[in-house]
């Protein structure tokens, strides 16, 4: 079995929680007044929320696309499919002779 994609997801968390955790105590532990930490923690709170609404937008934009694309090459194929079928129906209208016409008919 392949487990570099489980690997590199357990990496990727593992650095994030790190980071996270790192953050933490820093803050917790450097020489600062409660009011300074507060602002420090507020601040960084207001990044990561500024960058996750970035990221959201960015990702709706996209998917927005993606929709849109599919709606186009969906259209696109049903107009394809239909010329396709109308084209048949010509061609056997063409080469089957209409019986419903009085020529064929004798008295």
Known sequence: MDNRGTSAIE???????????????GVLIAPASGEETRKKIRESAVKTGAKAKDSYERITKEAEKGIELVKEKSSEGVTAIKDFVDKK???????????????????
């Open 11 to 25: 990496v990727t968390l593992s650095f994030l929680l790190g980071t996270a955790a790192g953050f933490i105590l």
């Open 89 to 107: 129906k010509e061609e056997i209208s063409k080469k089957i002779p209409d019986f419903s016409s009085k020529e064929g008919e004798k008295e």
